[in-house]
Nanobody
Framework: VQLQAFGGGLVQAGGSLRLSCAAS????????MGWYRQAPGKQRELVAG???????NYADSVKGRFTISRDNAKNTVYLQMNSLNPEDTAVYYC?????????WGQGTLVTVSS
C-alpha cells in the first residue's frame, strides 16, 4: 500500500490550499484517514482526522479554517485549508489506518509567507 500526497506549495497569509492524498495497492478497506503536520523543531501533530463513516475531528488551531473530507471509492483524503497563516507552515503528512497497520504518505511542504 502506498500513499501519495499532493497540493503543497507557497501561499501568502490569508490564502488557501487544498491537499489530497491517494492510497493505492492491495486495499480492502480503510478505517480512519488523517492529516498530520510537522513544523521545524516541533513534534508531528494531528491536524484533522476522518473515519470511514465521515466523522471528523480537528486540532483546535485549525477549527473553522480547515476541512477534511474523503472519497472512499477513490481511497483519497482531502484537506481544504483556508485563512492560512505563517504558523501553518509545516510538512503535511497523510495517514491511512488499515486493519493490519497504518500507512503514511511522503509528506508535502506547505509554506505560508507573511
Amino acid at each position: 500500500v502506498q500513499l501519495q500526497a499532493f497540493g503543497g506549495g507557497l501561499v501568502q497569509a490569508g490564502g488557501s490550499l487544498r491537499l489530497s492524498c491517494a492510497a493505492s495497492g492491495r486495499i480492502f478497506s480503510i478505517n480512519a484517514m488523517g492529516w498530520y503536520r510537522q513544523a521545524p523543531g516541533k513534534q508531528r501533530e494531528l491536524v484533522a482526522g476522518i473515519t470511514s463513516g465521515g466523522s471528523t475531528n480537528y486540532a483546535d488551531s485549525v477549527k473553522g479554517r480547515f476541512t477534511i473530507s474523503r472519497d472512499n471509492a477513490k481511497n483519497t483524503v482531502y484537506l481544504q485549508m483556508n485563512s492560512l497563516n505563517p504558523e501553518d507552515t509545516a510538512v503535511y503528512y497523510c495517514k491511512a489506518e488499515l486493519v493490519m497497520r497504518d500507512y503514511w504518505g511522503q509528506g508535502t511542504l506547505v509554506t505560508v509567507s507573511s
